[in-house]
């Protein structure tokens, strides 16, 4: 279990340094790319949480599908790709104690609450099969509606987006 | 491994995604940092389902998957069409609502 523990807190670093990256760089192109950094870190993560299927899902969907939503919606409204300088608010400076207070507050409930609680040992990750008989079986109807959200957004997008 | 290594880094992923939708006035910018957001709640998600043994919690990170797709899809649609009709998508200049 020390490889294990290694890789997370290896793979955790180079997340928070991608997220910060993410909201901090001056350049829309770069802010998505480090963004799929900490996607693809996410995904190692839920390999180390035995979630094999969701970790396939995230690198599919989000590295897949969203980046390169991402990425065309950069392409499509801006005029030039490089680095501009008016990306933050002019109070940008009232974000960091926002975020520290939160932190704060997270991090003292998380501490009094699971303290040094472990986590089971396992090596057997969740199989598809457990996770479809959920999906098609209690969670069904949230499935279905979750279907009619996706159609919804799908036409809705174009609506949206096309020239008429 | 502790259950807190894995909440610790989504809390941190929370703030600093938190952070970033405050702080940043590009509209494609601030969907990322709700990706940031929504990735920490997965996070989370997956660590109770692995520390109660259930797979609930995978199933509720997929749909999140989901609906993170979804509205990314139209976000960006939205955002499009405010380039198109105003030239711009900073958020301090979409102010006509204001009374």
Not at chain 1, 33 to 62: D, H, M, P, R, S
Not at chain 2, 1 to 17: E, K, R, S
Not at chain 2, 63 to 80: F, M, P, S, T
Request: proline share 2%.
């Amino acid at each position: 279990m020390i490889a294990q523990n290694i890789g997370f807190w290896i793979i955790a670093i180079v997340m928070i340094v991608a997220a910060l990256r993410v909201v901090t760089t001056n350049n829309v192109v770069h802010a998505a790319l480090w963004l799929v950094v900490v996607l693809a870190g996410a995904a190692a993560q839920y390999i180390l949480l035995a979630a094999e299927f969701v970790a396939v899902t995230q690198v599919l969907v989000y590295i897949g599908a969203v980046m390169v939503l991402f990425l065309f919606g950069t392409m499509l409204t801006r005029a030039r790709i490089g680095a501009e300088s008016d990306l933050n608010n002019s109070y940008k400076k009232l974000g960091i104690p926002v975020g520290l207070v939160m932190l704060v507050a997270m991090g003292l409930a998380l501490v009094s609450s699971f303290g040094d609680e472990k986590l089971p040992q396992t090596t057997t990750v969740v199989s598809s099969q457990e996770i479809s008989d959920q999906i098609f079986g209690p969670y069904l109807l949230p499935f279905w509606a979750l279907s009619f959200v996706l159609l919804a957004a799908v036409v809705g997008a174009i609506v949206l987006a096309r020239k008429d | 491994m502790f259950v807190n290594q894995f909440l610790f880094l989504a809390a941190v992923l929370f703030c600093i995604g938190v952070y970033g939708v405050v702080a940043r006035k590009n509209a494609v910018l601030m969907l990322m940092s709700i990706e940031l957001i929504l990735n920490s709640v997965n996070i989370n998600l997956l660590t109770f389902a692995l520390r109660s043994g259930s797979t609930d919690g995978h199933v509720f990170a997929l749909y999140i998957i989901a609906v993170a797709a979804a509205e990314v899809g139209v976000g960006l649609g939205l955002v499009l069409l405010v380039y198109r009709n105003k030239k711009t998508i900073s958020l301090d200049d979409l102010s006509e609502m204001r009374g």
